[in-house]
């Protein structure tokens, strides 16, 4: 990790989420741009499919823990 890098690692498992798998793919792109908007955006975008993977994992485990209460 670069000195001054203050965002978190991503855990990356087996069954890793697309959405993730396409933040990294951006982050991994704005790392090599100098800072500015281009970066800035692209960082952005990374957050929100970030949250759209967390919201999906949630989404999926309600699903298995309700699924499981009926059987």
């Known amino acids: 990790m670069a000195m001054g890098d203050t965002m ?4 990356i ?7 993730l798998l396409q933040a990294k793919d ?3 792109e704005a790392r090599r741009l100098k ?3 281009e970066r800035k955006q692209l960082r952005q975008t990374a957050k929100v499919l970030r949250e ?5 994992a949630a989404s999926e ?3 298995e823990r ?3 209460q009926r059987t």
Do not use: C, V, Y
């Open 8 to 11: 978190p690692r991503m855990q």
């Open 13 to 19: 498992s087996n069954e890793t989420s697309t959405w």
């Open 26 to 28: 951006i982050l991994d």
């Open 35 to 37: 800072p500015g908007p």
């Open 52 to 56: 759209i993977a967390k919201l999906e």
């Open 61 to 63: 485990q309600a699903f």
């Open 66 to 68: 309700d699924w499981l």
